[in-house]
């Protein structure tokens, strides 16, 4: 599934919700069910800096696709960068390189982000995208 498709199904699925703390208790739902990372992950070298929390991101290219697993000590936090790995995963490196997460915007989450999450978020996307660029080139 192309990335354009995903940003399409995102949105569907967080339009729907009637106001900013609806669409935010969906995310922090989502949060809690999500996987969490084995303590052996939660490494330096895979935190996230300029977050209001501990936010580690763990890529990988398998298969010649980009995998993307994520956690926090937050559950915003790790609810909207779940959200960021479950649109980038599975996608080719160029196509990870070439691609913002807009739809985080289009559905009003990173208006109503504190100055610090939406800095980690930058530097989360940053990252994802960081990877993509390296890893098309190998």
Known sequence: MSLQSRRDELIAELEPFGD???RFQYVIDRAKSA???PAELKLDAFLIEG???????V??????VC?????ADSLITKGVASLVCEFYDGASPQEVA????DF???VGITQHLSP??????TNLVGKIRAFGRVASQS
Do not use: I, V
């Open 98 to 101: 070439a691609t913002d997460a």
């Open 59 to 64: 890529p990988s290219l398998e298969a010649g």
């Open 51 to 57: 977050c209001t929390s501990n936010l580690w991101l």
């Open 35 to 37: 996987a969490a990372l």
């Open 67 to 71: 995998r993307f697993r994520c956690d």
């Open 116 to 121: 610090n999450r939406r800095n980690g978020l």
């Open 20 to 22: 900013h703390h609806e």
């Open 104 to 106: 985080l915007s289009t």
